[in-house]
């Protein structure tokens, strides 16, 4: 079998092994993969993996050879899944890998949010502290999640592993989810989406990007928020508006954002969240945890061997 992955970079950038993965065949791996070198790289590979890189219905048509791709993440909007099916090619991805990561990011943004963490490191650094007349030294509102309502938009693994890190804080937990009232545990409160937004301290986006979720987050939603609340999403970038929610970070409309997603990835320097008020972004990280990143490789090669062994595991339906 020749096996091809096309953008190993982000996965692998030394510190794991593609050992495992070079027993199961003839593997080439790139570090990255222009859209001009999709077609010269995997042609004749049978097997092909990416993670970022996109294969849309005229790549497929053009790689006779090939009868699986493999994605290198979870969200697998990155390939054609129709021209595939039609194809027979077998696609699969890699659920619940970066569910803890994740969730980690999720309140990594939040307690920045909430206790400004950077904030005070800098004053700390510039000499404030130093110079303060007390034993403390504060200039901003801290506030105290305990008893705070945070929305989770979306709840499969990581919305759910999110939910549960924030029952731990004390908060109360509303969800939009397909999930009946009888399939929740009583600690998760299920709403729809126009109370989250209204009635939330924190609304976290954890929620696939599909025709239906794109824009998601728009102006009409934001005026729903309070002025006090916090926006997260670790999700998608395009489950945002991204002009409208700087407006509302710039009018005052809502008080901050975490996000680890933007819609174009790396960003445009014209990108409105770069200069906006009160916007924390981190570079699309949140999966990208060493823990995380063994696990994506380690899934990587079982579900190829499953494909080779006849029984494929982990198989996009959409």
Not at 137 to 146: H, N
Not at 263 to 289: G, K, M, Q, V, Y
Not at 291 to 310: C, F, H, M, P, W
Request: hydrophobic share 40%; charged share 20%.
């Amino acid at each position: 079998m020749r096996i091809v992955v096309l953008d190993g970079y982000t996965a692998n950038p030394g510190d794991l092994c593609w050992d495992k993965l070079k027993e199961l065949g003839e593997c080439t791996i790139y570090d990255r993969t222009a859209t001009g070198e999709v077609l010269e790289r995997a042609t004749g590979a049978e097997a092909l993996l990416t993670n970022k890189v996109v294969l849309n219905s005229e790549t497929i048509a053009a790689l006779p050879d090939l009868k699986y791709i493999g994605v290198l993440a979870t969200g697998y909007n990155v390939v054609d899944t129709a021209a595939a099916r039609e194809r027979g090619i077998i696609v699969t991805n890699i659920p619940a890998y970066s569910t803890p990561s994740v969730g980690q990011m999720v309140f990594a943004h939040i307690l920045n949010i909430t206790q400004q963490v950077r904030h005070y490191s800098e004053k700390v650094s510039q000499g404030d502290w130093s110079k303060s007349s007390d034993f403390c030294f504060y200039d901003t509102p801290l506030i105290e999640l305990l008893g705070k309502k945070i929305g989770i938009v979306g709840l499969g693994q990581t919305g759910y592993n999110t939910a549960r890190i924030a029952i731990g804080f004390g908060m109360k937990v509303w969800a939009v989810t397909s999930k009946s009232r009888l399939q929740l545990p009583p600690e998760i409160r299920k709403a729809d989406l126009d109370q989250v937004f209204h009635e939330c301290d924190i609304v976290s986006l954890h929620c696939p990007l599909t025709d239906s979720t794109r824009n998601l987050v728009n102006a009409n939603r934001l005026a729903l928020m309070k002025p006090t609340s916090i926006l997260i999403n670790t999700g998608r970038g395009p489950l945002i508006n991204e002009q409208d929610l700087a407006n509302a970070l710039n009018t005052g409309q809502i008080y901050a954002a975490g996000l680890d997603v933007l819609s174009e990835e790396p960003p445009r320097t014209d990108n409105p969240l770069l200069t906006a008020r009160n916007c924390f972004i981190t570079p699309h990280i949140a999966w990208a945890n060493f823990e995380a990143r063994q696990r994506l490789i380690n899934i990587t090669v079982s579900n190829l061997k499953a494909y080779i062994d006849g029984k494929p595991v982990n198989v996009v339906k959409g």
